[in-house]
């Protein structure tokens, strides 16, 4: 069964980087056809999708989010991370990572992360 | 971009009804890249249906999903206690993805 997992802080300081990754398990990221993607979820907010990856290094990104957002590819590791730059107060949400498949077919448990000082 | 409008904003029903939701969007979607999702507090969103009306594995068949173009609907044909949630359309067949700002279906 196809498993993801989110980790890292979960308090950012205003103006610093987030960083997160999602490992991947029962499925293998470079053998996949897949891109994997994140999504936020501000607090009683609705759901916003912010970049998704193939392991070739393809990457797709909402154009909101581009100029701050970086993604990555550890095939070695099975997992992939995001990096979100200059982050505030309305960067606070629950980020998930899911796979993109016949839509978002399988998500992790969200993580949320905190941007305050 | 394309934008997704869902409607009603919450559905109030008892169990047993019928529950309509509705998803327009603000051009075509490509080859009915839609998927509806289900979110209960806490959790993260499910995929319920791809593909405008393909049930997802395990989803059960009081779950329906229909539409083409810029027009979806999501119908539960009798609502159970477990399906009282919000409800997320999100289409997928041009980039950016985007998602609805949702339904909640709530106990009457």
């Known amino acids: 069964q196809l498993q993801l997992q989110e980790s890292g802080p979960g308090l950012v300081k205003p103006s610093e980087t987030l960083s997160l990754s999602c490992a991947v398990s029962g499925d293998t990221i470079d053998s996949s056809s897949h891109y994997w993607g994140w999504i936020r979820q501000s607090p009683g907010k609705g759901l916003e999708w912010i970049a998704s990856?193939?392991?070739?290094?393809?990457?797709s990104y909402n154009p909101s989010l581009k100029s701050r957002v970086t993604m990555s590819v550890d095939t070695s590791r099975n997992q992939f991370s995001l990096k979100l730059s200059s982050v505030t107060a309305a960067d606070t949400a629950v980020y998930y990572c899911a796979r993109v498949g016949n839509g978002l077919d399988y998500w992790g448990q969200g993580t949320l992360v905190t941007v305050s000082s | 971009e394309i934008v997704l409008t869902q409607s009603p904003g919450t559905l109030s029903l008892s169990p047993g009804q019928r529950a309509t939701l509705s998803c327009r969007a603000s051009q075509s979607v490509s080859s009915s890249y839609l998927a509806w999702y289900q979110q209960k507090p806490g959790q993260a969103p499910r995929l319920f249906i791809y593909?405008?009306?393909s049930r997802a594995t395990g989803i059960p068949d009081r779950f329906s999903g229909s539409g083409s173009g810029t027009d979806f609907t999501l119908t539960i044909s009798r609502v159970e206690p477990q399906d009282f949630a919000v409800y997320y359309c999100q289409q997928y067949g041009s980039s950016p993805l985007t998602f609805g700002g949702g339904t909640k279906v709530e106990i009457k």
């Open positions: 990856i193939h392991y070739s290094w393809s990457i």
């Open positions: 593909g405008a009306s």
